[in-house]
């Protein structure tokens, strides 16, 4: 056997992976502060923080309380956060008329939070469960039997423009209803609010990662939405092709990114 054996190759990957710098200039995918967004979940009134019992950690926070966590997260270096409310079972009605009014509980807390933080990003989620005594993300059919696609989605058109003009940087549609984001672009564009950006669920919805636990179950006890959904209308598909196939079209119908 020769003693300086020599591979013919055109292709050395370890070139690249020789040194620690020639390593970090060619990462691809890293976690730092800068790459994360806060979920928090607000609560009206002046009560201490309530335990979301399936993510350790996390509370619903009043407004004074929320406002001080976005300026601790800020100086941490976590650019965005995602805001969702938790109301008063009192005020939810089968249409979640409550999302349309001016002084809604999410309004207030961007305001609050954009005054306090202004160069933190603030999203919001658009969708109708937190509001509804059903707890879906969208208007019934008269017989319950199904979401109401279109008569949704011209709610969830007014809702995003208070949101932009509350003053979020994303408004982001988690309720997968057909057409929507072509709809609340429109609305937003029309609005004269060009620079508030979509962000679409679809790749998260579509693609199954919404089924993972504690993640949606956490986020629905936080809006106080959990146990209140009757009957099978879920959002999620069953195939990769059809994911993909509403990923692109919500890209096609103005989503700015897709999560």
């Not at 690249?16 to 890293?30: F, I, K, P, Q, Y």
């Not at 809604?104 to 937190?130: G, Q, S």
């Not at 598909?237 to 079209?249: D, H």
Request: with cysteine; proline share 6%.
């Amino acid at each position: 056997m020769p003693d300086h054996f020599k591979l013919d190759l055109t292709h050395r990957p370890r070139r690249l992976r020789r040194t620690a710098s020639l390593r970090a200039l060619t990462e691809e995918t890293v976690l730092r502060p800068q790459d994360f967004i806060a979920p928090l979940f607000v609560i009206d009134g002046d009560g201490g923080a309530e335990p979301v019992p399936s993510m350790p950690g996390v509370c619903r926070l009043n407004l004074i309380d929320l406002v001080k966590e976005c300026r601790a997260l800020r100086k941490l270096g976590v650019p965005a956060v995602a805001l969702f409310p938790s109301i008063d079972l009192r005020l939810k009605d089968p249409d979640g008329s409550v999302a349309l009014r001016e002084d809604a509980l999410v309004l207030r807390a961007v305001r609050a939070v954009k005054k306090a933080v202004p160069e933190l990003t603030v999203m919001t989620d658009i969708a109708l469960d937190p509001y509804t005594t059903h707890g879906h993300d969208g208007v019934l059919t008269p017989d319950g039997s199904d979401v109401d696609n279109d008569r949704t989605v011209g709610i969830l058109r007014q809702m995003a423009v208070l949101h932009a003009r509350a003053g979020v940087d994303l408004v982001a549609p988690s309720d997968m209803m057909d057409g929507r984001i072509g709809a609340i672009r429109q609305a937003l564009d029309d609005a004269r609010l060009t620079s508030t950006a979509i962000m679409a669920y679809s790749a998260e919805v579509r693609l199954g990662l919404l089924r993972t636990v504690p993640r949606r179950r956490g986020q629905r006890e936080g809006c106080g939405t959990h146990g209140l959904r009757q009957g099978d209308l879920s959002a999620q598909s069953a195939n990769r092709r059809e994911a993909l196939i509403e990923i692109a079209l919500d890209e096609q119908e103005g989503a700015t990114s897709s999560w």
